[in-house]
Structure formats: C-alpha cells, structure tokens
C-alpha cells in the first residue's frame, strides 16, 4: 500500500535546489530536468496532489533511475527521493503487473535455488553447444558484449560444489552467498573464503539464503523481493554468528535495507537484527584486522565505487585501503571513481542506451589512469565495467581476490569446508 | 495569461527540431515550471537546440506568434529568474552543450551554452589552464547560465567574476538575427562593448549560443587557514584589515556562531561551537607569495583578536574545511522550512556595519538571520531562515527582506552582487536607481526586444507592443 501521506511530506521537502544534478547518472546522460531527483520529486508530488495520474510517461521516467542513492546521500534537505521512486515503481506493478520476461525471471525463476540452478545450467548447455554465441551475435552488442564478462563456459556453482554445508560451533561469520558470485565468479567466493580464513575468521556458508530480492525491488516487484527478503532472514536468523559478511555490494545493500522492506512486519525487528550484522567483505576485513599476504604482484590498479556499497553501505576508504596494502600493487585513484558505471543490475538490460551513456565517460576515467586491472566489490558493476572496457586489455577483478593472490598465486578451494 | 500554443506554433517548432527536441506533455511542463525558489508557473511547451541557427529560427517562430521565451540552463536561479511565463516556450540549453575548443596558445576557451560550469573548469584545467569564476552552483549550473546572470563566486575577491572572463558572445536576438560580439582578443576597443552589456542581462535581451573566456594559468600552489574568533564583530573588522593590509587571499568566507553550530550539529567537520564566527581563507599562486601571504594574513587576524589561526596540513584536511562551508547551506535547509539566501553586497569598508545591521533586522522581525559570505568584495549573503508554520513568518521574513534591501542601499551598496534581480526583487529596483536610469535600461530592451517577449517579468516590468508582423 502506497503511504501517501508519508511520501507527501518527504516530496515536500525538495527544497529545488538542484544539487541532485551534480551528481545523477541519468540526469548527466539525459540533460532533461525529468530524469533527475528534482523533477521526479516533483512529479512524485504533483501526483499525490492529484494533479498528474500514473501515465506510462510518468512510469518511463520513474524506471530511468537508477537506484544508485547518490541524490539521497547528497541532498541538503535529506529528501529521500530513491524510496519514493521505488514505492512508485511498486505502484506500477501491482496496477499493471510485469512484462512476461520479467515476471518469469523474477518470480518463476531467481527466488528458487534449484529453479535458478537448472536455469543457469541450461545456459552452460547453450554455450557448450556453442549455441550462446550464435544467439548473441544476433542480438544488439550492448546486450550480447555483455556476456564478455561473463566466463566463456561457466563454471561449476560455487554452491554445487560445496554441497550442504552445516555451520559448525565456532562459526562466528556467515558469508551471504551472491546469485552473480555463485553461477558466474564462483572463484570470487573461494577467495573471499579464504582471504576470511587467513584473517583468522572462521566463516561458511548461507546455503539456506536465496536470492537478495534487490533485482524485484528496483524493477518494482516488492511482492516478491519481501517475500525473499523473509525468507533469508528466517534463514540467517537461525544461525548463531556475529556477522553476515557478501562480497556483492548490491546484496549487501538490499540486506541493510531488509528493515524498511519490512515496515511494519511482524519480521521488522529481526530485519534490523540481521542488519546491524551485514558487512562488506572489505570493511569487515578492515575493521577486523587485515592481514596482508606475501606474494608480490606487479599490477597498476584503480578502483570503482559500487553505487550500492558506496552510497546505501558507507563504504569507501576500505577497498582502497586493501589495494594500498598490497604488495608491488601501485594503486591510482581514477576521476570521478565514485561516479555510476550504469550497469545497475537489470537497468543495462532495460535501458541499454541510457546505460550506454553512463559508461563511456566512466571508461574514459578508468583508462585515463593507465591500469593493469580495475578493482571493484559488486560482481555487477564488474560486469558492467568488463563491457566496457571490452576493447581493452584491462581486466576487472574484485578487491580482495587480489588480497587472496597475495597469498595463492591461484584461487584455493579450502579442503575442510569441500568435506563437509 | 492563461492560453494554450497555438498547434501550429508547435507544428513549426517540431519541423526544426524533430519530435524529440519539442515537449509537451504535463511531466515536462512540470519538470520545468520552477527554478530553486519557490516561484512556480506552467510554460507551454519546451524546446532543446543544439545550434545557433535553431535558436535562430525558433526566435522568429515565437515572434510571430508573439509568444513569450525564457532561457534555462540548469534551473538553479536563486530569484525566479528561470521560470517561465505560464503558457509560454521555455529554451534549454541543456543539450547545446560542447567544449568547442580550448586554445592553449591564446588562452581562450569556447564553450556552447549548455556546458556545465564545472566541465569547463575541468576540460581547462586538464591543461593546465584557469577559469576562475566558481558560483555555488558550478557543479548543476551551466555557462550560458553564468554569463545571463553574471555570476560570481568565492574566488571574486581575487579574480573578478564571469564578467571579467569574457571575450566574444554569439547571441541570437529575439527577431532571429545573429550577432557576434566581441571577439576573441584580450584587447579590443572595436565599437560598443555589447559582450558586458549581455553578461547579467537576464536572459532579457537574447539568448546566448556561444561564449569565448579567457583563462589563465592554473596556480601552483594554494592553501586554506582557518581563523576562529569570539566575536562576529572581531571577524567583521578583520574583512577590513586585510583590505586595508593590502594582502588579496582568492577567497574569504565567513560563517557566523548560528550556522558553525547548525553545521556542528548536523553533519560536523570539527569547528569548535562556541566561536563567535569563523573565517576561511585560500590562498594561491606560487609557492614563497603563498607563503608570504599566509605569513600576513596570520598577522592582521591575530592582531584583531582572533583566537586561533590555523593552517590546513594537507588537502584532506582543507577539503573537510570546504565541506563545512559547502553544507551550510544544506544545513540551513534541514533545520528551517524556508530559506531566503540573499546576497546584497556594499563596499568593502561597510562590511562590518552591513552585518551588524542585518543581525539586528534579524532580532527586530524575529527571523533566523545567519550570515555566510564572501565578504572580501563586499557580498554577503545574509540568509533569512523560518518556519512557515509559525504565524506570520511569511510575511515577517518578507519585512526583514526589505528592511534587509533598505540597509544595504544606505550602506551605499546593491540590491544583488551575483544572484540578479530576476523577478524576487523586480520592486525593489526603483529603491536603488532614479527613474531616468531605469527608463535608459528599458529603452535598451525595447531597443532589442520590442515586443516584450523575452524572459517577460524579470528586472523589471515592460509595456507589451501589441500587434502584427511578418519577420519570417
């Protein structure tokens, strides 16, 4: 139910001053007054006055965002314009419903473990029969060069490989296992696994948690993404640990936000329980003492801000503190490193021109440093920025898989956790 | 004037720009009917050229249909400058938006309308080149914007404002003709100076589609110091001091006790909250004039009672002093529901007399008055902070805002050092020029725009010729 009253008062407060421009990705890429906080608030507003209905128009510029939160970082008056453009998207949905793509992959398929499983399983077919690319040449290649990033055949799930796996007495840190991590970087997991061990933490795996809900939320399905947000807090409620820790800044995201999900549910404050527990996996490394490993790597690396990690996370300084730390890695800060690569989970696949748009100059700023690798914690921005970087030999990798190479010249899979 | 566009007005409009260029549906109506005030009215239609010669022809369009024009850029004027006539056509610059060139050998830079301040300032400094005007709003406002209003900034004290950057302005007239004044030379005595006669003229006399500035070398080195004094007053004669010591920082702002507690309380930097108000200095240039300035300005501040001088370690930490001042305003918003930032601004040596005087126009209507400013050319920026939900405040802050004029008048000041007269302070310019000197402003207009039709209601109000013709 829309809390029309509520989203009244904070449409209000847009005091218009327009900072919300500086820093918007879909403003910068439009140049139009309506896909920025400013005018969608005001929108936002005319239509709870009644003076504007819930036209598509009104729908198109509502979906153009993003959902990168740096309107609500950075706005003077506070205005939380991100959570009135999502209760809006949701107001779209349950009037309209979702596109048959959508509502499949949403509902019928990322909820679903096994589902998810036998889905992504089939794609390994396809592309093992080589049917993948003769598909994706004939799709347009800002939908097909996406899949550059994604491993020629993919790998076994990091899931699948492990089995079921208990959590033992002295577990102390649940590692909240990302869908992007799982099927397509399942070594990014094995690392994070270890670079958790060799910090002397004794961490397993959530495997009884679904999907974050974070791509039903920002495509307007809040059904279903607090659906799956229940689900994972029954789940991660029963484990006795201190700290849930991902190593996707859109997961982390959508758990820190399990609360407002949540307002008003029975679950509330069990999601706020769960939430003062969820860390990124380079703040909690840092907070909880970093240990650094030997091995030198002579590499030039920068950094992306994830939008999620950055903005609805805090998180900053950590990830390039790791990178500083590491040995023979020169890090260069880019230009604008903390501004949105336009991936956004679904958003590149829904609005690929506008997504377009974001990344180029975005690109223009990594190579501008001259790197070797490009550093990023969300699997999702990787890749984003491997898309884009396509035309290059510049690779995108995660933080602290460099933090794991600094230890094992290759990804390790922990023999005491593959027994269990 | 409450009228729908004609549909062939639109029709014409949509043949020279396409369908995408030319809106009209409610949400872009909307989207733009407002500026950063609070002053709010429909415009008919939107139109986005990406050329001069569109510019041209969209201008003969209107004026056939004797259909008003007001010119955007990023909507951020403080004084209802951008917002429209309801029912009429509102041009944006927001997609006429190229660096055209930076000329390293000549130190000129040319720039389409649209391009955001902040972009010129980084495609400029990319090569070790300068464009000093920096206003508040440099990261959202554009170029054509800046020239329209002539804006200013922090760095004026030491650099002068857009005014003073500009070389050439093409500028279509509202009859569709194209001028080109100026030029791209430092120097340059041929005929009028009609480039300063555009620069803050509102958006009332053409639109501006090309701009050439000078730059300069970017510094070498620049440092900021914070000084901390018990009383305003103390900080307010040292504005004074440092004029007189004859030593120029870039900037020089000033915050009062009520927004460094506001600032302390919200989102803190590390200012002590018991100051009285507290100073902020950049300094630049090379390395041992840095030096010899910081040097000085110690001097004069300790001399004046300050408390404490304290100089930035490194750039983290003088970026965390910016932020302070940045966010003042933000603060301001947070904790009141309406803010009147104003900026009248006097001669240097009145500096201490005009803050005193706008405390007490403060106590006197019972009105939040907190003072920020660049002071060292004189422009404050007293801000008229209430809450609408206490009775009578509206018109309360209104009584301060003229009391506020009035003072700064008597200090021999002006009604606006870089916000412009827009239409929230159209009644007060009779306050501040005799009829005559008005009267030579509007011949002016009517000289260039006879029929009233660009940004109408804004610095003043014009007769409107009626009638026909034919300019196509």
Known sequence: ?420 | MKKELSEQLIQEMIQVLGKDRVKKELEDLICYSYDSTNMIEMPGVVVFPKTTEEVSTLLKIATHWRVPVTTRGGGTNLVGGTVPQEGSIVLSTQLFNRVVEVDEENLVAVVEPGVITRDLHRAVEAKGLFYPPDPASLNMSTIGGNVAENAGGPRGFKYGVTRDYLLGLTVVLMDGRIIKAGGRTIKNVSGYDLTRFFAGSEGTLGVITEITVRLIPLPEYKRTMLVLFDELDQAAETVSAIIKGKVVPTTLELMDHEIIDLIEQRDPVGFPRDVGAAMLFEVDGGENEVQAQIEKIERICLKQGARSVKLAANQEEADNLWRGRRNAFGVMAQSFTNVYPEDATVPRSMVPEMIKRAKEIGKKFNVGMLILGHMGDGNLHPNICINDDQQGALERAEQAIDALFAAALECGGTLSGEHGIGRAKKKYLSWQFDADTIAVMKELKKALDPYGLLNPGKIFEIDREEGHDDVR
């Open chain 1, 1 to 420: 139910m829309l809390d029309k009253a509520r989203l009244y008062t904070e449409s209000k407060k847009c005091i218009r001053c327009g900072l919300c421009q500086a820093v918007c990705p879909s403003y910068r890429a439009l140049r139009n007054e309506a896909s920025v906080a400013r005018g969608r608030n005001r929108l936002i507003r005319l239509l709870l006055e009644g003076q504007l209905s819930m036209t598509p128009r009104l729908k198109e510029d509502m979906f153009a965002c993003l959902g990168c939160e740096a309107c609500k970082v950075n706005c003077p008056a506070g205005v939380i314009t991100p959570e009135l453009i999502s209760a809006l998207k949701a107001e779209y949905v349950k009037k309209e419903g979702l596109p048959f793509i959508q509502r499949a992959v949403l509902r019928g398929v990322l909820p679903h473990s096994k589902r998810f499983a036998v889905a992504m399983k089939m794609f390994k077919l396809g592309q093992t029969m080589k049917i993948v690319p003769g598909v994706a040449s004939k799709m347009p290649e800002t939908l097909s060069g996406r899949l550059a990033a994604v491993p020629e055949i993919l790998p076994k799930p990091l899931s699948e490989e492990l089995g079921q796996q208990g959590f033992s007495e002295g577990t102390k840190v649940a590692y909240f296992l990302s869908c992007t991590t799982n099927f397509m970087f399942p070594d990014l997991g094995w690392d994070t696994l270890q670079v958790l061990e060799q910090a002397g933490h004794v961490a397993a795996i959530s495997t009884d948690t679904v999907c974050c809900g974070k791509p039903q939320a920002s495509l307007g399905d809040k059904e279903t993404a607090v659906k799956m947000a229940i689900q994972n807090i029954k789940a991660l409620s029963k484990l006795n640990i201190e700290a849930i820790v991902t190593d996707c800044a859109t997961c982390g995201s959508a758990l820190r936000e399990y609360p407002h999900w949540l307002k008003g549910h029975p679950l509330e404050e069990e999601a706020k329980r769960i939430a003062e527990k969820v860390h990124d996996i380079s703040e909690f490394l840092v907070k909880n003492g970093l240990k650094v490993g030997t091995l030198p790597q002579n590499l030039k690396v920068t950094y992306h801000d994830p939008c999620h990690l950055n903005h609805v996370m805090g998180v900053r300084s950590e990830p390039r503190q790791i990178l500083r730390a590491l040995p023979g890695v020169e890090f260069v800060e880019s230009p604008d490193a903390d501004r949105c690569c336009g991936g956004a989970g679904t958003f590149c696949l829904t609005h690929p021109e506008i997504s377009e748009k974001i990344l180029e100059p975005k690109v223009s700023s990594l190579v501008s440093t001259k790197p070797d690798l490009v550093a990023t914690g969300c699997p999702m921005c990787k890749i984003q920025l491997q898309y884009g970087l396509r035309k290059t030999d510049v690779k995108v990798v995660h933080p602290v898989q460099l933090l794991a190479r600094s230890f094992s010249e290759k990804t390790l899979r922990p023999k005491h956790l593959l027994n269990k």
